[in-house]
T-cell receptor
Framework: GAVVSQHPSRVICKSGTSVKIECRSLDFQATTMFWYRQFPKQSLMLMAT?????????EQGVEKDKFLINHASLTLSTLTVTSAHPEDSSFYIC????????????FGPGTRLTVT | DQQVKQNSPSLSVQEGRISILNCDYTNSMFDYFLWYKKYPAEGPTFLIS???IKDKNEDGRFTVFLNKSAKHLSLHIVPSQPGDSAVYFCAASALGAGNNRKLIWGLGTSLAVNP
């Protein structure tokens, strides 16, 4: 149980284009989903917390107009990287928290974004 | 300011022996701690957790110890197996912006278990 999927697993896009990454909880309902990015040899950096049906809460330093998050249902959250630049190239990981629990997060397999 | 610290970036252990991964934290408001295991190019996998009201939690080969007075926790893996080789992240749960609970992560310790 508690399986989270992400799509796509890898994406290459040209500078200036937008990329959408999907995060789905497959066998549970997730009222809260989280979006992280990880640079090589570094820890996970929380970008934003997404609650179903409401606006995402962004961490300090994360541009909300650049990283658009939509959590339209209890099983789906999307992250759109708008007007991507090479410095946005990173490993993006989502996680989901089971509705009614407070602590454990279950992670997707991640999406490797490369902007050329 | 790193609120969750894993001071050993790497650890090498012989198969069958005990692996001890350490984690220190600075915020006394953290009330729940978790350990995750991560392979390259994959998302982290939840391993084991502990509430701040406990000092030990055991699950199979994995045991987490919490010393609140020292603000220190450790993950013990015994016996260690080659398949345990991965990066282990310590995380602490805290209330964040908008009253959302979020995890504060350490930088990870890369464990290598040698056959």
């Amino acid at each position: 149980g508690a399986v989270v999927s992400q799509h796509p697993s890898r994406v290459i896009c040209k500078s200036g284009t937008s990329v959408k990454i999907e995060c789905r909880s497959l066998d549970f309902q997730a009222t809260t989903m989280f979006w992280y990015r990880q640079f090589p040899k570094q820890s996970l950096m929380l970008m934003a917390t997404s609650n179903e049906g409401s606006k995402a809460t962004y961490e300090q330093g994360v541009e909300k107009d650049k990283f658009l998050i939509n959590h339209a249902s209890l099983t789906l959250s999307t992250l759109t990287v708008t007007s991507a630049h090479p410095e946005d190239s990173s490993f993006y990981i989502c996680s989901a928290r089971v509705a009614g629990t407070s602590y454990e997060q279950y992670f997707g397999p991640g999406t490797r974004l490369t902007v050329t | 300011d790193q609120q969750v610290k894993q001071n050993s970036p790497s650890l090498s252990v012989q198969e069958g022996r005990i692996s001890i991964l350490n984690c220190d934290y600075t915020n006394s408001m953290f009330d729940y701690f978790l350990w995750y295991k991560k392979y390259p190019a994959e998302g982290p996998t939840f391993l084991i957790s502990i509430s701040s009201i406990k000092d030990k939690n055991e699950d199979g080969r994995f045991t987490v110890f919490l010393n609140k007075s020292a603000k220190h926790l450790s993950l013990h893996i015994v016996p260690s197996q080659p398949g345990d080789s991965a990066v282990y992240f310590c995380a602490a749960s805290a209330l964040g912006a908008g009253n959302n609970r979020k995890l504060i992560w350490g930088l990870g310790t890369s464990l290598a278990v040698n056959p």
